[in-house]
């Protein structure tokens, strides 16, 4: 069965430092993979995917994120935070969206 | 603006009780979602729907009834049979067939006195 690992619970970084958030997937098969973020009180909004092609992809709000199937890692990446950044992100792993799987969150903090 | 209304944003319900929440899209997509989301455990699928009048339970579907007579509606009955209902509950659609993206709706905080 697929499954999705956030390591880490809560991250705090500095306005205008980097920011890595880990994810890391078990599925048998090639996966299709996401990451979203949700505001507090609010739905999830996409940020990226990933189904094949070239494994660094874009998305929006300046993020980032890098396929390492070596790995089975699908790490989420911003050279600069911004204050608007702080909310909740989470990794979604799913071939069919019958069978998404969600990671538990990772809850950023950005320090002034 | 083409989406997802969730509604109510906010519901109490007393125990016994069954509550019902709704969600609504005019995206024209096919299939439907249910999750439920509890602090520090992700979301877990409730209930979904590919197409009308039909359903398929998710990983915790007890406590919980759908129905889908239209396709641009999908509402959750949260029963008394339901022992922990304080959540936080949001709905999704689907475009089918085409990729596999969720577009979720604002969500719903049920919580029980």
């Known amino acids: 069965a697929q499954s999705v690992t956030q390591p880490d619970i809560h991250i705090t970084v500095s306005e205008g430092a980097s920011l890595e958030l880990r994810c890391n997937y078990s599925?048998?098969?090639?996966?299709?993979l996401f990451w979203y973020v949700q505001s507090p009180g609010q739905g999830l909004q996409l940020l990226l995917k990933?189904?094949?092609?070239?494994?660094l992809v874009q998305g929006i709000k300046g993020f980032e994120a890098e396929f390492k199937r070596s790995q089975s890692s699908f790490n989420l990446r911003k050279p600069s935070v911004h204050w608007s950044d702080a909310a909740e992100y989470f990794c979604?792993?799913?071939?069919?969206?019958?069978?998404?799987?969600f990671g538990a969150g990772t809850r950023l903090t950005v320090k002034p | 603006d083409g989406g997802i209304t969730q509604s109510p944003k906010y519901l109490f319900r007393k125990e016994g009780q069954n509550v019902t929440l709704s969600c609504e899209q005019n995206?024209?997509?096919?299939?439907m979602y249910w999750y439920r989301q509890d602090p520090g455990q992700g979301l877990r699928l409730i209930y979904y729907s590919q197409i009308v009048n039909d359903f398929q339970k998710g990983d915790i579907a007890e406590g919980y009834s759908v129905s889908r007579e239209k396709k641009e509606s999908f509402p959750l009955t949260v029963t008394s049979a339901q022992k922990n209902p304080t959540a936080f509950y949001l709905c999704?659609?689907?475009?089918?067939?085409?990729?596999?993206?969720?577009?979720f709706g604002a969500g719903s905080r049920l919580t029980v006195l």
């Open positions: 999704a659609s689907r475009d089918t067939p085409g990729a596999n993206v969720l577009t």
């Open positions: 599925y048998g098969a090639t996966p299709y």
């Open positions: 979604a792993v799913g071939a069919t969206n019958n069978d998404m799987r």
């Open positions: 990933y189904f094949s092609g070239d494994t």
């Open positions: 995206l024209n997509h096919d299939a």
